[in-house]
């Protein structure tokens, strides 16, 4: 099957600073990824998404940038809050199937 | 909307006992998924459906899983017999459309624990 990992399972940054999440996906045939947020107790959360003919994708306080040359996608959160500590998930669609990746879990220091 | 919603929210059982785990999606999504997440597999797609039609079920575990979707309004998820190793959080999903992109709503999940 496919596989979505991503390279640090936990990260901690202070509030205000910028937020750095990684993943790195094997099927270069994928052609959408999504980032998730999800909150303890709580489903996953649409953040961001991107199609792969597309590098560079922003929207409120996050970034996704995509590179295909190394299959790797990173989640960028800019002026980190408090309500932002949750994990998250990139997710890769090969077909009509989305495969997710373990989880990052991101903690904001006060 | 409400989005999605799914019930029971907690589920505890017995190991053998059949288990029904309950999801009504966002009313005019074509798609359904169904999830279970655990801290050693993270999230894993069971089965998908688009227009009340059964897509694609590899990633159900066994036969003692199974999953039904009468109307666009309402889909079950069944274990029969349960076992421990069951216990996860399950997570219904629904989208617009049935291509592969676009946001899937996820709802809160039914944590399940078999004894």
């Known amino acids: 099957g496919e596989s979505v990992g991503l390279h640090l399972p936990t990260l901690s940054v202070q509030e205000g600073d910028n937020s750095i999440i990684n993943c790195a996906y094997s099927n270069s045939a994928s052609d959408y990824f999504i980032w998730y947020k999800q909150e303890s107790g709580k489903g996953p959360q649409f953040i961001i998404d991107i199609r792969s003919n597309m590098d560079k994708r922003q929207g409120q306080r996050v970034t996704v940038l995509l590179n295909k040359t190394v299959k790797h996608l990173s989640l960028q959160i800019a002026a980190t809050q408090p309500g932002d500590s949750a994990v998250y998930f990139c997710a890769e669609n090969t077909g009509n199937q989305f495969y997710f990746g373990t989880g990052t879990s991101l903690t904001v220091i006060p | 909307d409400a989005g999605v919603i799914q019930s029971p929210r907690h589920e505890v059982t017995e190991m053998g006992q059949e288990v029904t785990l309950r999801c009504k999606p966002i009313s005019g999504h074509n798609s359904l998924f169904w999830y279970r997440q655990t801290m050693m597999r993270g999230l894993e797609l069971l089965i998908y459906f688009n227009n009340n039609v059964p897509i694609d079920d590899s990633g159900m575990p066994e036969d003692r899983f199974s999953a039904k979707m009468p109307n666009a309004s309402f889909s079950t998820l069944k274990i029969q017999p349960s076992e421990p190793r069951d216990s996860a959080v399950y997570f219904c999903?629904?989208?617009?459309?049935?291509?592969?992109?676009?946001?899937?709503?996820f709802g809160p999940g039914t944590r399940l624990t078999v004894l």
């Open positions: 999903a629904s989208r617009r459309g049935l291509a592969g992109t676009g946001e899937q709503f």
